[in-house]
C-alpha cells in the first residue's frame, strides 16, 4: 500500500466532515469568502434582521460591518468575536449582531472548505477550513505521512506573519496532522510549537489518528463549545489560551456535580505544573453563572499562593475576581451580593468563621449557596480548618485541586484527601503530562559529600551511586558533619563550578533548598565571600526544629514581620538586595516583607536573579519557565519531594529538555517512593531521565549514522539533491539534540563521543550553511527543505527573545530607584545575544523618549515607535543610496516574508547614475553596479534584521 498523499488526507477529512454534519462550500478566493460570510451571517441573526424591518443587509450596511471587524490584533478580534455589535440599518433601526452564538454553541451554521486562495503580492491556498456562520475559526493543515508535524507548524508561521488577514484573522484554533499524528492549538502573535496539545479522552488516551480526532474533538457541537467555553482571553499578555483535554474534563465533572444539585464534594488530582490555576478560574467561572451560586470561594494556603492566584485569575479576566487583603474585607465581600468570585487564605477564611466578634456578621453568609475550590491544601492544621468550615456553611459545597493528593502512605497521622473531599473527579498524573510534553521529566544527581561511614568529607564533590552514606542511616549521626563549615563550602565551590553548565551558560536559573534557616544562613555567607559574578537571594521566614524533620509536608507560616528570623541576617540580606538591583525596601515598613517576596517572585522570573536560597517558601506554587535547577540539601518526602522538583520542570522550548535536580543528600530511595506513589512503579523510566552513560551510548549511535549517511562536513555539503541535503540536515539535528541533552550533566565531555568539538564545530557550520542556502533559494522553486525545522536555537547561545525584553520594558518605572539599573539589566542582556545586539540602540532611543508606566499597552506603544523608526531609517537609507523607494520597499516586503532578495529586483531599485564612473568604460560601470548591488543586498539584510521583532 502506498504512502498516503496529503490529497488524499483531505479529502479523507472533508468527507468525514460532512458526514458530521459540515455543509461543504467551494470558496475560491476573499471575495468569495466574505459573500458567503454575509448570507450566513444574516442567516444567523434572521430573527433579529427579521424584527428590525429588514431581511438582508445591504452592501453599505456589510461593508460597514467588514470594517468594523477589520481592524485590531487577533486578541482584539476574539473579543469582539465574543461580543454583540449594536448595529444602526441604513432605516435607522439598532439591531443587536451576533457573530457567534456561545451560550448555544451548537445553534451556529457549520462549513468546511478547502483549498481557499488569498491573492496578493503572496498566493498561498490554505488546505482545510472550518466556518462557523461564514467565519474561518478552525485552519487545518495537513502534510502526508511520515512528514514532520512541526513543518505544517512552521506553514502556519509563515501564512499567520505574511498571509493571514481580513476574515483569517479570526481564526481561534489550529489544528496540525499528517494523518497518524494529530494535535490542536489556540492562534496568538507569537506561536510556540510546546505550545500544541494532543486530544484526549477523559482517561488521558489520546485520539492521534486524524479520523479520531476529527469525531471527537472536530465534531460541530464539540469545536464550537470549545471556542465558546474553552477559550480563556488572557487580558495580561492578550493571548488565546485553549483547554487541554485534562482540563476540560476536570471543569466539566465540577461543573456537572454542581449542576446535579447532590451537593456532593470531590477532588482534581492532575500533577503539578500541569496549569490548575487555568482549569479552577474556568470552573470557577462558568460555576458563577449559575444563578444558583451564591459565590464561588478560591482558597489558597498562604498569603503568597493568594498574589499569584489573583495575579493570574485578574489576567484570564480583569475585574472579575475580588482578592481579600484582610478578614474585614473577606467578610464585606461574603455578605454582600455583588462579588462573585473571591480569593482568599485558609488563615482569613478560618478567623473569618472561629473569632467571636465576626460570628454575628457572618451570619448573613451562613446559609448561601457557596462553592469552595481549594489549592494545594496540605498544611498540617487544614484538617482542623477543614472540619470548622464544612461545620459553619449549611449550604456549601467543596472541591479540592492537588498535584500531590495525600493518600495514606503519605497521610503521617493526617486525613487523606479523599476523607476531606470525596470521590476523586478526574486523573492525570505526571506521567500523562510527560508522555503529552506538557511539563518536563526530571534529570537528577546525587552528589555525595562523604568519602565513608566515617563521615570524613571530601576533598571535592563528584556524583555518587545509591550506596553512599549521607544520611542518618544505620545508626550513623551524621548532623553535626551535615552542618559542618567545610561541608558548607565544599557545596558552594560545586555549585559555582557547575552553575553556567546546568543553566545553559544562565539562560535559566535556580532554586537552592535547604534544611533550616541556621543552614541557609551560613549557605548564604559562605556565598557571600567567594569571589564571583553570580547573584545570589535569598527570603525566609522563621519557623522552629525545621533541621531534620521534613516529612514531605512544607509548613510554611504567613510571611509576615512577626515570625522572621533571626531578624538581623534578613535585614542584612535585603540591604544586599537593594544594592545589588538598586531597590529599596526595608521590612520594618507595613507590607514590607510582601512588597519584598513579590519583587523576588519577579525578578527570579525574569532571570535577574541567578541562585535563590530558601527553606520551604517557592517550593511549591511558584511557577517559573525560566527555573531549570534545583539544588537541594535538605530531605524531602512524597508531596514535599515532587512539589519542589517540579518547580524546574515547565516547558519552554527546545534548549529545556528537563528540570535539573542536584541532591547533596541520598534522596534515591524517596525519589522512586514519591514517583511510585504519585504514578506508578512503570513510571520511573518516564519521568526520571537516563543515566549520563545511557545518554552518552545513544549519542553515539546517532553520530556513527551520521558518519556512515553523510561522510564528512564537506560532503555533506556536496550533495546531488535536495533529498540528500534533507537527510544530514535531520541527522546531524538529531545529534545536536543529543548534545543538548548531554551537556547539563556535570562529568560531560567530548573524549566520551564518537566526534571531537572541532569536527562537530565543522558539521555545524555545514548546518548552518544548509540552513542559509534553504533561506536563500529562488523564490519560484519549490523546496522540500522550505518548512522543515533546523532548530537553529538548539546552537545558538542567547540567552534572551523578544518577548523576554519586551516584558522587561513593560516593568520599566521611571520612578523607581532602580530604574536605571533595570535599565542597565535590559541594555546588557541585549549586548550578550548575537540576534538583539543590532537592535540595542532602538531599545536605548526608546526607553529615553518614552514615559514608560508598569502596566501600559507597551507592545503597542513599542511597534508604533518601531514603525515610525523605519519608516525615517528607510527614507534615509533610499536618498543616501539614490534609490527607487517604491522598488526598494518591495524587495524588503519580499525579504520579510520569503527571506530571499532576487538580484534583478534591486537592480532596478538602483538609479542608472552611478557616481564617480567613467561611463566611457562598460567593465568599470558593470563592477560599479555588481558591487553596488552586493552592497545593498548586505544592506538590506542588516536594516529588515533590525527592525524585525
Not at 509 to 538: M, W
Request: proline share 1%.
Amino acid at each position: 500500500m502506498g504512502v498516503q498523499t496529503e490529497q488524499n488526507l483531505e479529502n479523507n477529512l472533508i468527507k468525514d466532515l460532512v458526514a458530521n454534519g459540515y455543509q461543504f462550500i467551494k470558496l475560491d478566493d476573499k471575495s468569495d469568502l466574505e459573500l458567503n460570510f454575509k448570507k450566513q451571517l444574516e442567516k444567523h441573526n434572521e430573527e433579529k434582521l427579521q424584527k428590525c424591518g429588514v431581511s438582508s443587509f445591504s452592501h453599505i450596511e456589510f461593508n460597514r460591518i467588514l470594517n468594523y471587524l477589520d481592524g485590531g490584533t487577533i486578541f482584539q478580534k476574539s473579543a469582539r468575536l465574543r461580543t454583540e455589535l449594536d448595529f444602526k440599518l441604513d432605516n435607522g433601526e439598532i439591531c443587536y449582531i451576533s457573530f457567534l452564538n456561545i451560550d448555544k454553541w451548537c445553534q451556529n451554521q457549520f462549513q468546511v472548505a478547502n483549498q481557499i486562495t488569498y491573492r496578493g503580492k503572496y498566493e498561498n491556498r490554505y488546505d482545510v477550513t472550518l466556518l462557523i456562520n461564514g467565519l474561518p475559526l478552525v485552519q487545518i493543515e495537513l502534510k502526508r505521512k511520515g512528514k514532520e508535524l512541526k513543518e505544517a507548524f512552521n506553514q502556519i508561521c509563515r501564512y499567520q506573519r505574511h498571509s493571514y488577514s481580513g476574515l483569517f484573522n479570526y481564526i481561534q484554533i489550529f489544528v496540525l496532522s499528517n494523518g497518524t499524528t494529530t494535535k490542536y492549538f489556540s492562534n496568538n502573535r507569537e506561536l510556540n510549537f510546546k505550545q500544541t496539545f494532543y486530544w484526549a479522552d477523559i482517561d488521558n488516551d489520546k485520539f492521534a489518528k486524524l479520523s479520531d480526532f476529527t469525531e471527537q474533538f472536530l465534531e460541530k457541537c464539540h469545536v464550537s463549545k470549545m471556542i465558546s467555553k474553552y477559550i480563556v482571553l488572557n487580558e495580561s499578555t492578550h493571548s488565546l489560551m485553549v483547554l487541554r483535554p485534562y482540563q476540560y474534563y476536570a471543569v466539566e465533572e465540577i461543573v456537572r456535580s454542581v449542576e446535579s444539585g447532590a451537593m456532593k464534594n470531590g477532588y482534581i488530582w492532575h500533577t503539578t505544573g500541569s496549569g490548575k490555576t487555568l482549569t479552577s478560574f474556568k470552573a470557577s467561572q462558568i460555576i458563577s453563572m449559575n444563578k444558583d451560586i451564591d459565590k464561588v470561594v478560591f482558597v489558597v494556603d498562604r498569603k503568597d499562593l493568594d498574589f499569584n492566584t489573583m495575579k493570574e485569575f485578574d489576567s484570564f479576566s480583569k475585574g472579575s475576581v475580588d482578592s481579600t487583603d484582610n478578614t474585614k474585607q473577606l467578610i464585606s465581600h461574603l455578605i454582600d451580593t455583588k462579588t462573585s468570585i473571591l480569593i482568599t487564605t485558609m488563615q482569613k477564611l478560618n478567623n473569618a468563621i472561629s473569632k467571636d466578634s465576626n460570628l454575628n456578621k457572618m451570619e448573613k453568609a451562613k446559609d448561601k449557596r457557596i462553592v469552595f475550590i481549594f489549592d494545594e491544601c496540605h498544611r498540617s492544621q487544614f484538617g482542623e480548618s477543614h472540619g470548622r468550615i464544612n461545620e459553619f456553611f449549611t449550604n456549601k459545597q467543596f472541591f479540592g485541586f492537588t498535584g500531590t493528593p495525600i493518600f495514606a502512605e503519605n497521610a503521617n497521622k493526617k486525613r487523606t484527601t479523599e476523607m476531606l473531599f470525596g470521590k476523586r473527579l478526574h486523573s492525570y498524573v505526571i506521567k500523562d503530562a510527560i508522555a503529552d510534553d506538557n511539563v518536563l521529566g526530571f534529570s537528577v544527581e546525587y552528589l555525595s559529600t562523604f568519602k565513608d561511614r566515617n563521615n570524613r568529607l571530601y576533598d571535592s564533590l563528584t556524583k555518587r551511586d545509591k550506596t553512599y552514606y549521607d544520611l542518618q542511616v544505620e545508626g550513623i549521626n551524621t548532623k553535626e558533619v551535615f552542618y559542618a563549615d567545610e561541608r558548607i563550602e565544599l557545596v558552594v565551590d560545586y555549585i559555582l563550578r557547575i552553575h553556567d553548565q546546568k543553566t545553559k551558560q544562565r539562560e535559566f536559573t535556580a532554586l537552592f533548598a535547604v534544611s533550616s534557616i541556621p543552614t541557609l544562613i551560613k549557605y548564604y555567607e559562605s556565598f557571600k565571600r567567594k569571589e564571583h559574578d553570580l547573584k545570589v537571594a535569598t527570603i525566609f521566614s522563621y519557623k522552629s526544629n525545621e533541621d531534620l524533620t521534613d516529612d514531605g509536608t512544607f509548613s510554611v507560616e504567613e510571611p509576615t514581620e512577626k515570625n522572621i528570623h533571626p531578624r538581623e541576617k534578613i535585614d542584612e540580606y535585603v540591604k544586599d538586595y537593594n544594592k545589588m538591583f538598586g531597590e529599596n525596601f526595608n521590612l520594618n515598613k507595613y507590607g514590607g516583607y510582601d512588597a519584598y517576596y513579590i519583587d523576588v517572585s519577579k525578578k527570579v522570573k525574569e532571570r535577574k536573579i541567578d541562585i535563590l536560597l530558601v527553606v520551604n517558601m517557592f517550593l511549591t506554587g511558584f511557577d517559573s519557565k525560566r527555573l531549570n535547577t534545583l539544588y537541594t540539601d535538605k530531605n524531602l518526602n512524597y508531596h514535599g519531594l515532587i512539589q519542589a522538583f517540579s518547580r524546574t520542570n515547565r516547558v519552554l522550548n527546545e534548549k529545556k529538555r528537563y528540570g535539573n535536580i542536584v541532591n547533596f543528600r541520598n534522596l534515591f530511595d524517596k525519589t522512586n517512593e514519591a514517583i511510585t506513589l504519585f504514578s506508578d512503579e512503570d513510571a520511573i523510566g518516564t519521568i526520571l531521565m537516563k543515566t549520563y552513560e545511557e545518554y552518552v551510548e545513544d549519542t553515539n549511535k546517532a553520530i556513527i549514522e551520521l558518519y556512515a549517511k553523510t561522510g564528512t562536513p564537506e560532503d555533506s555539503l556536496n550533495t546531488k539533491s535536495e533529498e540528500e541535503l534533507l537527510l544530514f540536515v535531520k541527522l546531524f539535528r538529531n545529534v545536536t539534540r543529543h548534545i543538548n541533552q548531554l551537556d547539563t550533566f556535570t562529568e560531560f565531555s567530548y573524549d566520551d563521543l564518537n566526534i571531537t568539538d572541532d569536527l562537530f564545530a565543522q558539521y555545524r557550520n555545514s548546518y548552518f550553511e544548509a540552513y542559509d542556502r534553504t533561506k536563500k533559494e529562488a523564490k519560484e522553486k519549490v523546496s522540500i527543505l522550505e518548512d522543515i525545522d533546523f532548530e537553529i536555537d538548539l546552537l545558538r547561545k542567547d540567552k534572551i527573545n523578544v518577548d523576554y525584553i519586551i516584558n522587561l520594558l513593560s516593568e520599566l518605572d521611571r520612578t523607581k530607584p532602580s530604574f536605571e539599573k533595570e535599565k542597565e539589566f535590559i541594555l546588557s542582556q541585549m549586548e550578550s545575544s548575537e540576534y538583539l545586539r543590532s537592535k540595542k540602540e532602538l531599545v536605548e532611543e526608546f526607553i529615553s523618549s518614552s514615559n514608560l508606566v508598569p502596566g501600559s499597552e507597551i507592545e503597542e506603544v513599542f511597534s508604533d515607535f518601531l514603525q515610525i523608526k523605519k519608516e525615517e531609517e528607510l527614507q534615509k537609507y533610499v536618498f543616501e543610496n539614490n534609490l527607487n523607494a517604491m522598488v526598494i520597499k518591495e524587495v524588503i516586503s519580499e525579504y520579510e516574508y520569503s527571506e530571499k532578495i532576487d538580484r534583478n529586483d534591486v537592480k532596478k531599485a538602483i538609479d542608472i547614475l552611478i557616481e564617480g564612473v567613467d561611463y566611457q568604460k562598460g567593465e568599470t560601470l558593470l563592477h560599479a553596479r555588481r558591487n553596488k548591488v552586493d552592497y545593498i543586498i548586505n544592506s538590506l539584510t542588516t536594516f529588515v534584521d533590525k527592525f524585525t521583532w
